[in-house]
Protein backbone atom coordinates (compact mmCIF):
# COMPACT_ATOMS: atom_id res chain seq x y z
CA UNK A 1 0.00 0.00 0.00
CA UNK A 2 2.80 2.48 0.78
CA UNK A 3 4.43 1.68 -2.59
CA UNK A 4 1.19 2.52 -4.45
CA UNK A 5 0.45 5.41 -2.67
CA UNK A 6 3.84 6.28 -3.29
CA UNK A 7 3.51 5.77 -7.00
CA UNK A 8 0.09 8.11 -6.79
CA UNK A 9 2.07 10.85 -4.99
CA UNK A 10 4.69 10.45 -8.35
CA UNK A 11 1.37 11.43 -10.03
CA UNK A 12 0.44 14.33 -8.57
CA UNK A 13 4.34 15.82 -8.55
CA UNK A 14 3.79 15.02 -12.86
CA UNK A 15 0.78 17.16 -12.47
CA UNK A 16 2.35 20.08 -11.02
CA UNK A 17 4.47 20.65 -14.47
CA UNK A 18 7.87 21.39 -14.03
CA UNK A 19 8.72 24.55 -16.05
CA UNK A 20 11.00 24.12 -18.50
CA UNK A 21 11.30 27.78 -18.93
CA UNK A 22 14.36 29.54 -19.13
CA UNK A 23 16.03 30.99 -16.19
CA UNK A 24 17.77 34.05 -17.88
CA UNK A 25 14.23 35.62 -19.02
CA UNK A 26 13.04 35.58 -14.95
CA UNK A 27 13.44 38.62 -13.94
CA UNK A 28 12.76 37.58 -10.14
CA UNK A 29 15.17 34.58 -10.35
CA UNK A 30 17.70 36.46 -11.89
CA UNK A 31 17.12 38.96 -8.77
CA UNK A 32 17.54 36.52 -6.35
CA UNK A 33 20.62 34.41 -7.91
CA UNK A 34 23.47 35.09 -5.22
CA UNK A 35 21.52 36.62 -2.84
CA UNK A 36 21.32 35.88 1.15
CA UNK A 37 17.88 35.10 2.20
CA UNK A 38 16.41 34.63 6.04
CA UNK A 39 13.56 33.07 6.74
CA UNK A 40 11.82 33.52 9.88
CA UNK A 41 9.40 31.02 11.39
CA UNK A 42 10.85 28.30 9.53
CA UNK A 43 9.44 25.22 11.04
CA UNK A 44 5.57 26.64 10.18
CA UNK A 45 3.34 25.61 6.97
CA UNK A 46 4.38 28.60 5.21
CA UNK A 47 8.08 28.81 6.15
CA UNK A 48 9.83 25.26 5.89
CA UNK A 49 7.41 23.53 4.14
CA UNK A 50 6.61 25.80 1.47
CA UNK A 51 8.57 28.78 1.04
CA UNK A 52 11.81 27.62 1.59
CA UNK A 53 10.96 24.74 -1.11
CA UNK A 54 9.37 26.84 -3.43
CA UNK A 55 13.02 29.45 -3.47
CA UNK A 56 15.01 26.99 -3.85
CA UNK A 57 13.87 24.79 -6.57
CA UNK A 58 12.42 28.12 -8.52
CA UNK A 59 15.24 30.04 -7.57
CA UNK A 60 18.36 27.60 -8.03
CA UNK A 61 21.26 30.71 -7.97
CA UNK A 62 20.09 31.55 -4.67
CA UNK A 63 22.92 32.00 -2.42
CA UNK A 64 22.57 31.55 1.44
CA UNK A 65 19.58 30.75 3.15
CA UNK A 66 19.30 31.17 6.96
CA UNK A 67 16.57 29.56 8.28
CA UNK A 68 15.36 30.57 11.89
CA UNK A 69 14.57 27.27 14.27
CA UNK A 70 13.86 26.68 17.51
CA UNK A 71 13.66 23.96 20.12
CA UNK A 72 10.34 22.15 20.54
CA UNK A 73 8.37 19.13 22.23
CA UNK A 74 11.51 17.62 23.37
CA UNK A 75 13.78 18.10 20.28
CA UNK A 76 16.15 20.60 20.15
CA UNK A 77 16.61 22.66 16.67
CA UNK A 78 19.09 20.75 15.05
CA UNK A 79 16.95 17.34 15.64
CA UNK A 80 13.94 19.60 14.02
CA UNK A 81 16.44 20.64 11.01
CA UNK A 82 17.31 17.46 9.92
CA UNK A 83 13.59 15.67 10.26
CA UNK A 84 12.07 18.45 8.43
CA UNK A 85 13.38 17.65 5.35
CA UNK A 86 11.95 14.58 5.36
CA UNK A 87 8.58 15.68 4.31
CA UNK A 88 6.98 14.95 0.86
CA UNK A 89 6.74 18.29 -0.14
CA UNK A 90 10.26 18.05 -0.61
CA UNK A 91 10.88 15.26 -3.11
CA UNK A 92 10.53 17.42 -6.38
CA UNK A 93 13.33 19.87 -5.05
CA UNK A 94 15.10 16.28 -4.08
CA UNK A 95 14.70 15.05 -7.44
CA UNK A 96 15.68 18.81 -9.40
CA UNK A 97 18.09 19.84 -7.09
CA UNK A 98 20.10 16.86 -5.01
CA UNK A 99 22.80 19.13 -3.48
CA UNK A 100 20.30 21.83 -2.28
CA UNK A 101 20.93 21.29 1.72
CA UNK A 102 24.53 22.47 0.96
CA UNK A 103 22.61 26.65 0.84
CA UNK A 104 20.50 26.14 4.07
CA UNK A 105 22.16 26.94 7.33
CA UNK A 106 20.21 26.59 10.62
CA UNK A 107 20.13 29.43 12.94
CA UNK A 108 18.98 28.71 16.19
CA UNK A 109 16.72 31.58 17.36
CA UNK A 110 12.94 32.12 19.64
CA UNK A 111 11.06 35.50 19.07
CA UNK A 112 9.45 34.34 22.43
CA UNK A 113 12.64 35.62 23.78
CA UNK A 114 14.51 38.83 24.08
CA UNK A 115 17.22 39.96 21.44
CA UNK A 116 14.97 37.12 19.27
CA UNK A 117 16.99 34.42 21.65
CA UNK A 118 20.21 34.51 19.07
CA UNK A 119 23.41 34.39 19.97
CA UNK A 120 26.23 36.80 19.10
CA UNK A 121 27.71 34.62 16.54
CA UNK A 122 24.47 33.88 15.23
CA UNK A 123 23.61 37.65 14.77
CA UNK A 124 27.27 38.11 13.16
CA UNK A 125 26.78 35.62 10.74
CA UNK A 126 23.27 36.91 9.56
CA UNK A 127 24.68 40.54 8.69
CA UNK A 128 25.11 39.63 4.97
CA UNK A 129 21.67 39.13 4.94
CA UNK A 130 20.10 40.43 1.44
CA UNK A 131 16.25 39.97 2.10
CA UNK A 132 13.99 39.27 4.99
CA UNK A 133 10.87 37.12 5.13
CA UNK A 134 9.41 37.76 8.57
CA UNK A 135 6.74 34.96 8.83
CA UNK A 136 7.50 34.12 11.83
CA UNK A 137 4.24 34.44 14.50
CA UNK A 138 2.16 32.75 17.14
CA UNK A 139 -0.51 32.03 15.14
CA UNK A 140 -2.96 30.52 18.57
CA UNK A 141 -6.49 32.19 18.52
CA UNK A 142 -6.16 31.44 22.37
CA UNK A 143 -2.79 32.20 23.29
CA UNK A 144 -2.07 34.23 25.97
CA UNK A 145 -1.42 37.95 25.63
CA UNK A 146 2.08 37.77 26.46
CA UNK A 147 3.40 35.37 24.52
CA UNK A 148 1.42 36.94 21.92
CA UNK A 149 2.73 40.12 22.18
CA UNK A 150 6.43 39.20 23.13
CA UNK A 151 6.26 36.96 19.34
CA UNK A 152 4.20 39.12 17.07
CA UNK A 153 5.55 42.36 17.99
CA UNK A 154 7.95 42.67 20.12
CA UNK A 155 9.69 40.05 18.47
CA UNK A 156 8.83 41.93 14.76
CA UNK A 157 10.78 45.37 16.49
CA UNK A 158 13.48 43.50 17.46
CA UNK A 159 14.22 41.90 13.86
CA UNK A 160 13.50 45.59 12.15
CA UNK A 161 15.72 47.13 14.10
CA UNK A 162 18.07 43.90 13.65
CA UNK A 163 17.80 44.63 9.73
CA UNK A 164 18.69 47.97 10.08
CA UNK A 165 22.46 46.79 10.66
CA UNK A 166 22.69 44.97 8.07
CA UNK A 167 24.29 46.98 5.17
CA UNK A 168 23.26 45.22 2.37
CA UNK A 169 19.84 44.55 3.24
CA UNK A 170 17.31 45.19 0.17
CA UNK A 171 14.18 43.76 1.33
CA UNK A 172 11.87 42.97 4.39
CA UNK A 173 8.67 41.29 3.63
CA UNK A 174 6.34 40.94 6.44
CA UNK A 175 3.35 38.37 6.41
CA UNK A 176 0.37 39.57 8.33
CA UNK A 177 -3.48 38.43 8.06
CA UNK A 178 -5.84 40.06 5.77
CA UNK A 179 -8.39 39.36 8.96
CA UNK A 180 -5.99 42.05 10.70
CA UNK A 181 -7.80 45.17 10.28
CA UNK A 182 -11.47 42.32 10.69
CA UNK A 183 -12.72 45.53 12.63
CA UNK A 184 -13.71 47.15 9.51
CA UNK A 185 -16.03 45.98 7.05
CA UNK A 186 -13.91 47.69 4.16
CA UNK A 187 -10.31 46.32 4.12
CA UNK A 188 -7.93 48.52 2.05
CA UNK A 189 -4.60 48.15 1.17
CA UNK A 190 -3.43 50.68 3.56
CA UNK A 191 -2.34 51.39 7.13
CA UNK A 192 -5.11 51.84 9.99
CA UNK A 193 -4.62 52.60 13.53
CA UNK A 194 -3.33 50.08 15.68
CA UNK A 195 -5.81 49.16 18.50
CA UNK A 196 -2.53 50.12 20.75
CA UNK A 197 1.14 51.57 20.31
CA UNK A 198 3.77 49.32 20.11
CA UNK A 199 5.74 50.85 22.70
CA UNK A 200 2.84 51.40 24.71
CA UNK A 201 1.70 47.54 25.06
CA UNK A 202 5.40 46.16 25.52
CA UNK A 203 5.29 48.83 28.46
CA UNK A 204 2.23 47.09 29.75
CA UNK A 205 3.98 43.96 29.50
CA UNK A 206 7.10 44.94 31.81
CA UNK A 207 4.88 46.35 34.29
CA UNK A 208 1.84 44.03 34.98
CA UNK A 209 2.29 40.40 35.93
CA UNK A 210 0.41 37.64 34.40
CA UNK A 211 -2.86 37.92 36.81
CA UNK A 212 -3.28 41.56 36.01
CA UNK A 213 -2.51 41.12 32.01
CA UNK A 214 -5.23 38.39 32.17
CA UNK A 215 -7.93 40.60 33.77
CA UNK A 216 -7.52 43.54 31.19
CA UNK A 217 -7.13 41.12 28.49
CA UNK A 218 -10.54 42.09 27.04
CA UNK A 219 -10.54 45.47 27.60
CA UNK A 220 -7.42 45.53 25.70
CA UNK A 221 -8.47 43.03 22.86
CA UNK A 222 -11.89 45.32 22.54
CA UNK A 223 -13.84 44.54 19.18
CA UNK A 224 -11.06 42.16 17.72
CA UNK A 225 -12.47 38.83 18.42
CA UNK A 226 -8.82 37.38 19.12
CA UNK A 227 -5.59 37.80 20.34
CA UNK A 228 -4.01 36.69 16.80
CA UNK A 229 -5.54 39.47 15.17
CA UNK A 230 -5.29 41.48 17.44
CA UNK A 231 -1.20 41.65 17.70
CA UNK A 232 -1.33 41.41 14.27
CA UNK A 233 -3.24 44.84 13.83
CA UNK A 234 -0.71 46.22 16.16
CA UNK A 235 2.59 44.18 14.13
CA UNK A 236 1.27 46.11 11.11
CA UNK A 237 1.93 49.39 12.86
CA UNK A 238 5.18 48.41 14.28
CA UNK A 239 6.41 47.24 10.54
CA UNK A 240 5.00 50.98 9.67
CA UNK A 241 7.43 52.51 12.47
CA UNK A 242 10.39 50.64 12.70
CA UNK A 243 11.15 50.33 8.92
CA UNK A 244 12.65 53.54 8.33
CA UNK A 245 15.47 53.14 5.82
CA UNK A 246 14.78 49.92 4.66
CA UNK A 247 12.76 48.49 1.67
CA UNK A 248 9.86 46.58 2.92
CA UNK A 249 6.55 45.25 2.70
CA UNK A 250 3.04 43.96 3.76
CA UNK A 251 1.45 40.45 2.68
CA UNK A 252 -2.04 40.21 4.08
CA UNK A 253 -3.07 36.46 3.09
CA UNK A 254 -6.84 35.81 3.70
CA UNK A 255 -7.74 31.85 4.89
CA UNK A 256 -5.18 29.40 3.85
CA UNK A 257 -5.82 26.08 2.63
CA UNK A 258 -4.16 23.61 0.57
CA UNK A 259 -1.79 24.29 -2.02
CA UNK A 260 -3.24 24.46 -5.75
CA UNK A 261 -0.57 23.22 -8.00
CA UNK A 262 3.19 23.43 -6.34
CA UNK A 263 4.99 21.68 -5.67
CA UNK A 264 2.23 19.06 -5.06
CA UNK A 265 -1.51 19.81 -6.13
CA UNK A 266 -3.85 19.37 -3.09
CA UNK A 267 -0.85 18.97 0.13
CA UNK A 268 -1.76 20.47 3.39
CA UNK A 269 -0.35 19.26 6.77
CA UNK A 270 -2.85 20.90 9.38
CA UNK A 271 -6.03 21.32 9.80
CA UNK A 272 -6.45 24.92 10.53
CA UNK A 273 -9.29 27.60 9.86
CA UNK A 274 -11.30 26.45 7.03
CA UNK A 275 -10.01 22.96 6.37
CA UNK A 276 -10.72 21.73 9.94
CA UNK A 277 -14.64 22.75 8.70
CA UNK A 278 -14.12 19.87 5.77
CA UNK A 279 -12.11 17.43 7.95
CA UNK A 280 -14.62 17.57 10.09
CA UNK A 281 -17.68 16.91 8.44
CA UNK A 282 -16.11 14.27 6.43
CA UNK A 283 -15.38 12.47 9.23
CA UNK A 284 -18.97 12.88 10.01
CA UNK A 285 -18.22 14.36 13.17
CA UNK A 286 -18.96 18.08 12.31
CA UNK A 287 -22.77 18.29 11.43
CA UNK A 288 -23.80 22.13 12.16
CA UNK A 289 -21.23 24.79 11.43
CA UNK A 290 -22.61 28.81 12.75
CA UNK A 291 -22.22 30.30 8.78
CA UNK A 292 -24.28 32.76 6.47
CA UNK A 293 -24.04 30.63 3.50
CA UNK A 294 -24.31 33.37 0.59
CA UNK A 295 -21.34 35.01 2.14
CA UNK A 296 -17.76 34.76 0.46
CA UNK A 297 -15.33 32.54 1.93
CA UNK A 298 -12.35 34.23 1.91
CA UNK A 299 -9.78 31.23 1.05
CA UNK A 300 -6.56 31.51 -0.94
CA UNK A 301 -4.37 28.25 -1.87
CA UNK A 302 -1.19 27.76 0.57
CA UNK A 303 1.50 28.19 -3.06
CA UNK A 304 -0.59 31.24 -4.55
CA UNK A 305 -0.08 33.38 -1.21
CA UNK A 306 3.85 32.17 -1.42
CA UNK A 307 3.93 33.12 -5.01
CA UNK A 308 3.36 36.54 -3.83
CA UNK A 309 5.47 36.73 -1.04
CA UNK A 310 8.38 35.81 -3.35
CA UNK A 311 7.20 38.24 -5.87
CA UNK A 312 6.72 40.55 -3.11
CA UNK A 313 10.25 40.51 -2.38
CA UNK A 314 11.38 41.29 -5.74
CA UNK A 315 9.30 43.97 -6.66
CA UNK A 316 10.07 46.98 -3.78
CA UNK A 317 12.28 49.58 -4.69
CA UNK A 318 15.70 48.91 -4.47
CA UNK A 319 17.13 52.38 -3.29
CA UNK A 320 20.15 52.41 -0.80
CA UNK A 321 19.71 52.88 2.14
CA UNK A 322 20.98 56.74 2.58
CA UNK A 323 17.80 57.24 -0.19
CA UNK A 324 15.39 55.83 1.99
CA UNK A 325 16.45 57.13 5.00
CA UNK A 326 16.83 60.75 3.17
CA UNK A 327 12.68 60.24 2.50
CA UNK A 328 11.90 59.32 6.01
CA UNK A 329 14.36 61.82 7.27
CA UNK A 330 13.15 65.04 5.30
CA UNK A 331 9.35 64.09 5.53
CA UNK A 332 8.70 64.48 2.24
CA UNK A 333 5.12 63.44 0.90
CA UNK A 334 5.93 60.01 -0.05
CA UNK A 335 2.38 57.94 1.10
CA UNK A 336 3.18 55.19 3.29
CA UNK A 337 1.76 52.64 1.13
CA UNK A 338 4.51 53.27 -1.35
CA UNK A 339 6.74 53.39 0.89
CA UNK A 340 5.60 50.51 2.17
CA UNK A 341 3.50 48.71 -0.02
CA UNK A 342 0.78 46.55 1.32
CA UNK A 343 -0.90 43.41 -0.73
CA UNK A 344 -4.32 42.04 0.41
CA UNK A 345 -3.75 38.23 -0.95
CA UNK A 346 -7.91 37.57 -1.10
CA UNK A 347 -9.70 35.59 -3.70
CA UNK A 348 -13.20 37.37 -2.99
CA UNK A 349 -12.12 40.70 -5.13
CA UNK A 350 -12.10 38.35 -8.36
CA UNK A 351 -12.56 34.89 -7.75
CA UNK A 352 -15.56 34.77 -5.20
CA UNK A 353 -16.46 31.48 -3.78
CA UNK A 354 -19.58 31.05 -1.21
CA UNK A 355 -19.47 28.89 2.08
CA UNK A 356 -22.07 27.06 0.62
CA UNK A 357 -20.23 26.24 -2.49
CA UNK A 358 -17.03 25.51 -0.87
CA UNK A 359 -19.64 22.83 1.22
CA UNK A 360 -20.57 21.61 -1.75
CA UNK A 361 -17.88 21.23 -3.78
CA UNK A 362 -15.90 19.20 -0.41
CA UNK A 363 -18.87 16.98 -0.26
CA UNK A 364 -18.99 16.39 -3.97
CA UNK A 365 -15.27 15.48 -4.51
CA UNK A 366 -14.80 13.67 -0.81
CA UNK A 367 -17.74 10.82 -1.88
CA UNK A 368 -16.05 10.16 -4.56
CA UNK A 369 -12.85 9.40 -2.42
CA UNK A 370 -14.67 7.74 0.38
CA UNK A 371 -11.88 6.76 3.33
CA UNK A 372 -12.34 4.15 5.65
CA UNK A 373 -11.21 6.82 8.59
CA UNK A 374 -14.99 7.97 8.35
CA UNK A 375 -16.94 7.78 11.63
CA UNK A 376 -20.48 8.77 10.01
CA UNK A 377 -22.06 9.86 7.07
CA UNK A 378 -21.68 13.19 5.85
CA UNK A 379 -24.31 16.01 6.96
CA UNK A 380 -23.48 19.67 7.56
CA UNK A 381 -25.87 22.09 7.82
CA UNK A 382 -25.41 25.89 7.88
CA UNK A 383 -27.23 27.60 10.38
CA UNK A 384 -27.68 31.70 9.83
CA UNK A 385 -28.88 32.30 13.29
CA UNK A 386 -26.99 31.36 16.28
CA UNK A 387 -30.03 29.73 18.39
CA UNK A 388 -30.85 26.96 15.97
CA UNK A 389 -27.06 26.22 15.78
CA UNK A 390 -26.68 25.88 19.21
CA UNK A 391 -29.73 23.54 18.77
CA UNK A 392 -28.59 21.34 16.78
CA UNK A 393 -25.31 21.31 18.75
CA UNK A 394 -27.53 19.54 21.61
CA UNK A 395 -29.24 16.69 19.09
CA UNK A 396 -26.73 15.99 16.42
CA UNK A 397 -22.92 16.58 18.74
CA UNK A 398 -24.02 16.50 22.68
CA UNK A 399 -26.52 13.56 22.47
CA UNK A 400 -25.06 11.39 20.33
CA UNK A 401 -21.85 11.79 22.02
CA UNK A 402 -23.27 11.11 25.21
CA UNK A 403 -24.85 7.86 24.03
CA UNK A 404 -21.69 6.94 22.48
CA UNK A 405 -19.30 7.37 25.02
CA UNK A 406 -21.69 5.24 27.73
CA UNK A 407 -21.77 2.33 25.09
CA UNK A 408 -17.75 2.81 25.02
CA UNK A 409 -17.75 2.84 29.05
CA UNK A 410 -19.75 -0.31 28.97
CA UNK A 411 -17.84 -2.26 26.66
CA UNK A 412 -14.74 -1.28 28.54
CA UNK A 413 -13.25 1.02 26.04
CA UNK A 414 -12.24 4.80 26.97
CA UNK A 415 -15.25 7.37 26.47
CA UNK A 416 -13.82 10.04 24.21
CA UNK A 417 -16.77 11.46 21.57
CA UNK A 418 -17.64 14.20 24.65
CA UNK A 419 -14.18 15.24 24.75
CA UNK A 420 -13.52 15.36 21.27
CA UNK A 421 -17.04 17.55 20.42
CA UNK A 422 -15.63 19.86 23.29
CA UNK A 423 -12.43 20.70 20.85
CA UNK A 424 -14.80 20.66 17.89
CA UNK A 425 -17.32 23.28 19.52
CA UNK A 426 -14.25 25.41 20.85
CA UNK A 427 -13.34 25.77 16.94
CA UNK A 428 -16.71 26.22 16.07
CA UNK A 429 -16.65 29.13 17.98
CA UNK A 430 -13.36 30.68 16.34
CA UNK A 431 -14.48 30.31 12.85
CA UNK A 432 -18.41 31.27 13.64
CA UNK A 433 -16.79 34.97 13.84
CA UNK A 434 -15.43 34.70 10.05
CA UNK A 435 -18.01 32.21 8.98
CA UNK A 436 -21.11 34.74 9.46
CA UNK A 437 -19.56 38.13 9.15
CA UNK A 438 -18.92 39.52 5.25
CA UNK A 439 -15.92 41.64 3.96
CA UNK A 440 -14.79 43.64 1.11
CA UNK A 441 -11.51 43.97 0.65
CA UNK A 442 -9.13 45.79 -2.13
CA UNK A 443 -6.43 44.45 -3.92
CA UNK A 444 -5.42 46.79 -6.58
CA UNK A 445 -1.57 46.52 -5.37
CA UNK A 446 -1.68 42.72 -5.40
CA UNK A 447 -2.59 43.16 -9.91
CA UNK A 448 -0.54 45.60 -10.50
CA UNK A 449 1.78 42.99 -8.91
CA UNK A 450 0.71 40.44 -11.04
CA UNK A 451 0.74 43.00 -14.40
CA UNK A 452 4.41 44.01 -13.20
CA UNK A 453 5.66 40.11 -14.12
CA UNK A 454 6.58 39.23 -17.12
CA UNK A 455 4.90 36.03 -19.57
CA UNK A 456 7.78 33.34 -17.80
CA UNK A 457 7.58 34.87 -14.37
CA UNK A 458 3.96 34.46 -14.60
CA UNK A 459 3.91 30.90 -15.33
CA UNK A 460 6.98 30.33 -12.83
CA UNK A 461 5.32 32.24 -9.39
CA UNK A 462 1.47 32.15 -10.60
CA UNK A 463 -0.46 34.17 -7.83
CA UNK A 464 -3.36 35.09 -10.47
CA UNK A 465 -6.74 34.16 -8.28
CA UNK A 466 -8.54 34.86 -11.28
CA UNK A 467 -7.88 31.98 -13.33
CA UNK A 468 -8.10 29.26 -10.84
CA UNK A 469 -10.82 26.41 -10.67
CA UNK A 470 -12.42 25.87 -7.50
CA UNK A 471 -13.86 22.95 -9.19
CA UNK A 472 -10.29 21.34 -9.66
CA UNK A 473 -8.82 22.76 -6.83
CA UNK A 474 -11.25 20.89 -4.67
CA UNK A 475 -10.78 18.12 -6.44
CA UNK A 476 -6.90 17.72 -5.28
CA UNK A 477 -7.67 19.27 -1.88
CA UNK A 478 -9.86 16.25 -1.47
CA UNK A 479 -7.05 13.89 -2.50
CA UNK A 480 -4.80 15.48 -0.30
CA UNK A 481 -6.63 15.42 2.73
CA UNK A 482 -7.00 11.74 2.21
CA UNK A 483 -3.62 11.30 1.68
CA UNK A 484 -1.69 13.97 3.99
CA UNK A 485 -4.29 14.62 6.58
CA UNK A 486 -6.33 11.02 6.97
CA UNK A 487 -2.99 9.00 5.52
CA UNK A 488 -5.12 6.79 3.90
CA UNK A 489 -3.87 5.06 0.81
CA UNK A 490 -5.38 5.73 -2.71
CA UNK A 491 -5.71 1.90 -2.71
CA UNK A 492 -8.44 1.51 -0.34
CA UNK A 493 -11.39 3.52 -2.15
CA UNK A 494 -12.86 0.16 -2.61
CA UNK A 495 -13.46 -0.56 1.20
CA UNK A 496 -13.88 3.50 1.82
CA UNK A 497 -16.75 3.01 -0.67
CA UNK A 498 -18.16 -0.26 1.39
CA UNK A 499 -17.90 1.40 4.27
CA UNK A 500 -19.48 4.72 3.03
CA UNK A 501 -22.64 2.76 1.95
CA UNK A 502 -23.23 1.22 5.05
CA UNK A 503 -22.84 4.23 7.43
CA UNK A 504 -25.64 6.09 4.79
CA UNK A 505 -27.92 3.10 5.42
CA UNK A 506 -27.27 3.43 8.85
CA UNK A 507 -27.74 6.94 8.88
CA UNK A 508 -30.54 6.97 7.30
CA UNK A 509 -32.03 4.30 8.93
CA UNK A 510 -31.87 6.27 12.49
CA UNK A 511 -33.34 9.45 10.48
CA UNK A 512 -36.19 7.42 9.99
CA UNK A 513 -36.42 5.48 13.02
CA UNK A 514 -35.68 8.02 15.40
CA UNK A 515 -38.80 10.41 14.75
CA UNK A 516 -41.16 7.40 15.00
CA UNK A 517 -38.97 6.50 18.32
CA UNK A 518 -39.89 9.82 19.71
CA UNK A 519 -43.36 10.30 18.95
CA UNK A 520 -43.92 6.23 20.75
CA UNK A 521 -42.23 8.20 23.85
CA UNK A 522 -44.29 10.73 23.48
CA UNK A 523 -47.49 8.75 22.97
CA UNK A 524 -46.61 6.58 26.13
CA UNK A 525 -45.77 9.67 28.36
CA UNK A 526 -48.99 11.05 27.72
CA UNK A 527 -51.05 7.88 28.11
CA UNK A 528 -49.10 7.14 31.79
CA UNK A 529 -50.31 10.94 32.38
CA UNK A 530 -53.73 10.34 31.90
CA UNK A 531 -54.05 7.09 32.92
CA UNK A 532 -52.72 8.98 36.60
CA UNK A 533 -55.79 11.52 36.63
CA UNK A 534 -58.20 8.80 35.81
Known amino acids: MIQKNKDYIDELLDMSDPRNTSNCSSEVIQYYTGRNVLITGGSGFFGILLLIERLLRCCPGIGKMYICMKGKKGKSAEERFKEHFDCVVYDRLKKE ?73 EAFVYTSTAFSQCVNNFIDEKYYSPPLETDKILTLLNVLDDE ?98 IVAGWAPPKESKDTLLSIDNKNLNVPETERIPIYNCVSSTQNPITWE ?86 NDSVIRLWDSLNQTDREIFDFNILDLSWKEYFKN ?32 TLLTTSPILLIWVIVNIVTFIISFFK
Open 477 to 508: LMVGLRIYIAKDPMDNLKEGAAKLKKLKIAHY
Open 97 to 169: QPDFITKVIMIEADFSEANLGLSSENRKHLLDTNIIFHLAASVRFNDTIRNAVHVNVRGNKEILLFAREMPNL
Open 357 to 442: RFMKLSEKYGKRLPSTKYIWYYMLTLNRYRFMHEIYVIFLHTIPGAIFDILAFLMGRKPMLLKTYKKIHIFCDVISYFSTRQWQFR
Open 212 to 309: MLNKITPTLVGEWPNIYVYTKAIAEDTVRQYSVGLSACIIRPSIVTSTAKEPIPGWINNIYGAVGVIVGSSMGLLRTLHCIPENTAEIMPADYVIANI
